[in-house]
């Protein structure tokens, strides 16, 4: 494609998106997607002077207007955007273009919330609302004055008796938009994708009925021509507009941009609690005598920028639909995405969960889609563009057979996960492997993925259990890659020191069906040993407290299962604990308190010295506050062991960790001698 077709092609999409953002409400691609592809416009019109068109969108601000629908009012000044970043480089560059204009290093700004909704001006004439506009294509806006007057937090008189503009963001609470898809979907209606497509489509409304229904709320951050009203500073005339009786966020500060970063930080953990959506911060210059000799651009003013946080949504497009066998079987459709930064991290894949929600969400292959962290860990697909489709897209077949064993997959009763049900299939035991060495079980460091994947390829992997004969196999350990010497010997390690992990953890480690942590930590304390659990009727597991028929029918059925108790068998004669290990020999020397650990320590890894600690009684934090007692501190420590001094918490060195613990601990190495004897000790007791 020639760079001219690029520029005509990027503007065409760029404006049809545009449309489907500020008139549909119903955005095509995510924020970030779109600031990408104008930034890639904007460089290439500054590359190529002669395709330059002042109508390009690198020139307007997106318009909201729809034919007829309201009354079309000339702003008496234009509503311009704001130019984004989504780094503080672009901020530092911004305050240095800023100090060339202005000739001076002493600037001060302001740092405000930027909320994700949608602007409006409000003209009071003698103190009493007369006209509220949309921003419209920013030179042009819409009157909707009869809908801002249904908006509470907005007066029709204010308390001052004074002509003036002030503009703001109207937005819809979180609160309240979680309540009105929650009706909308009762309803059968579409639900809002947003908090800011819910305030759009609800104040462009011609049912004035329905606006006042749906509870918004709007706050202000700008007064226009402050000046008249002897106001010569930005933070003045946000001060300025809370007196008058608008709401403003409350939440902004006076600062030096040296102090840039600390505030994006702070504001950054505030906007979390916030009842509003937030989608960056606004930084402004305070002067307010410097904005006319700064200027504007086009489209935005010379003297702000956003700063944009990284967003919660992105869209991507679907390349392959892949199916995973878990561990008990149940196969999982994953959507395989082409790479996309989503809030900080880069995305591949996203779980589809079943088939029935590939349906229902009519998801394709070669689909674009938006996708969103769920509970900020694990990605989702939200939705599906459709309006992008180009016809090639592919339909996802339902499979009649586990893509790995090739055994026919089936539905249990009532459920709508499919599963394989051969108990051979090698992605069944890989998963069972990899649950049974994990952290919260038996605790096995090095076991990754990889290497269990190729024994059992080899066949030196048949079943949980011959993880104890790895030991067996140093030759084929040492021709995998990255396996040195010292890694091997620490797996190996690492798979003897499981023998000794508590009853509560093997219990959890053999994946019984709805036996988690929790349900093992229980069944542990009440059966004291394997051996009795085993002979467990359901009856008596039902009389256990927390233990309800889902549980016992499946605990009776895992013991009813001959492999099963082989499995077990065998564990047992490897030396894997089954038994409660009690307490007598020790005291929880550190009950009631508080541990964290920083910086790169010498002696432990972070999860064998939070074993430590979990083993005698203390508790792990994962952040410095003051609900901490002792801070380990290795070398290199940094802002925790700042913040850790500041608040007066006891630092503690590895060694004075030790000492700390030394009499009557759980350490790995007491943890073998106090819990299981050793066979050759006790032999020589005989001598
Ligand atoms: S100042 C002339 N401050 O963001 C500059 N805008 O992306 C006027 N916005 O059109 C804008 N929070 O709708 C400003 N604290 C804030 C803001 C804010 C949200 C919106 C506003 C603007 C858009 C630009």
Known sequence: MSEKDKILKLRKDIERYNYYYYVKNEPLISDTEFDKLLKELESLEEKYPALKD???????VGSSIENNKFKKVEHKKPMLSLSNTYNTQDILDFHNR?????ENNHIEYTIEMKLDGLSITLIYENGELIQALTRGDGVIGEDVTENILQIKSIPKYLKENISCEVRGEVVLPISEFKKLNETRIKNNEEPFANPRNAASGTLRQLDKEIVKSRNLDAYFYFLVDAEKYNITSHFESLKYIEKLGLKTTGIYKKFKISEVEKYINEFDKIRKNLDYETDG????????????ILGNTTKSPRWAIAYKFPSKQATTKIKDITLQVGRTGVVTPVAELEEVELSGSMIKRAS???FEEIERKDIKIGDTVFIEKAAEIIPQVVKVVKELRTGEEKSIEIPKNCPVCGSELIKENGLVAL?????NCSAKLQRKIEYFVSRDAMNIDGLGSKIVEKFIEIGKLKNVDDIYNLHKYKLELISLDKMGEKSIENLLNSIENSKNQKYEKVLYALGIPFVGKFTANILAKYSQNIDNLMKMTKEELLEIENIGEKIADSIVKYFENPENIELINNLKNYGVNFALTTDNNTQNILEGKTFLATGSLKKYK???IRDIIENNGGK????????????????KAGSKLKKAEELGITILSEEDFEKLISQN??????NIKNETPKKDEGQKTLF
């Open 281 to 292: 911060l606004v930084i402004k210059v305070d002067n307010i005598n410097l904005h006319d």
């Open 606 to 608: 972070r999860n064998e």
């Open 352 to 354: 589809l969960h079943n």
């Open 419 to 423: 599963k394989c049900i051969n108990d």
């Open 620 to 635: 792990y934090l994962s952040a410095v506050s003051k609900n901490l007692n002792y801070l380990i501190a290795g070398e």
């Open 98 to 102: 800023v100090v060339k204009i202005i």
């Open 54 to 60: 002042e109508n390009s969108p690198t020139n307007k």
């Open 665 to 670: 601990s759980k350490t790995p190495e007491n």
